[in-house]
T-cell receptor, first 111, second 111 residues
């Protein structure tokens, strides 16, 4: 089954404790992207990747890192999480930016 | 940058028709996408327009006018399961084909 898998789905953590949200897709898509979704602000792009070893900043990259060492994986790293990073995070993939396939989302709370 | 506007919320009756408008400003328009997102779930792709005119897909249709920077999503024969948020997204070739989302329109279908 074609899918984008994110883990964890839910996480409560504390300020400053490094965490990684993993994202994996099995559709051989070149394009992958991370979004955060907050009430009233819609979906905002954090980082995206056009292909392996190619990543670029989206609209709200501060406080986040990503890597794309393999085509299927695109982890999102929060080196020192802060409460303003409490949000719902979505990973998405596609052949090219447009018809995106989204993961189920990861709800993160930073205390 | 891009500016994408859509109404925040709309209410309609089961069996009726609802039209969700989306206006945008972009320097390198390269496609407009509509997504559906049920509460607590991931967005799913609905439609894509890159040329002017109407694209029909069952009960859902999407229209585009590039000269006016305008699109709408038309939902016919509304069903209760159509209660969801509908997201308009625009791809901009001047920004490396970046996809930017509007804030979404929450549609509530009443019996």
């Amino acid at each position: 089954e074609a899918q984008v898998t994110q883990n964890p789905r839910y996480l409560i953590t504390v300020t400053g404790k490094k965490l990684t949200v993993t994202c994996s897709q099995n559709m051989n898509h070149e394009y992958m992207s991370w979004y955060r979704q907050d009430p009233g602000l819609g979906l905002r792009q954090i980082y995206y990747s056009m292909n392996v070893e190619v990543t670029d900043k989206g609209d709200v990259p501060e406080g986040y890192k990503v890597s794309r060492k393999e085509k299927r994986n695109f982890p999102l790293i929060l080196e020192s999480p802060s409460p303003n990073q409490t949000s719902l995070y979505f990973c998405a993939s596609s052949l090219s930016p447009g018809e995106l396939f989204f993961g189920e989302g990861s709800r993160l709370t930073v205390l | 940058g891009q500016n994408i506007d859509q109404p925040t919320e709309m209410t309609a009756t089961e069996g009726a028709i609802v039209q969700i408008n989306c206006t945008y400003q972009t320097s390198g328009f390269n496609g407009l996408f509509w997504y559906q997102q049920h509460a607590g779930e991931a967005p799913t792709f609905l439609s894509y327009n890159v040329l002017d005119g109407l694209e029909e897909k069952g009960r859902f249709s999407s229209f585009l006018s590039r000269s006016k920077g305008y699109s709408y999503l038309l939902l016919k024969e509304l069903q209760m399961k159509d209660s969801a948020s509908y997201l308009c997204a625009v791809r901009d070739r001047a920004a490396g084909n970046k996809l930017t989302f509007g804030g979404g329109t929450r549609v509530l279908v009443k019996p």
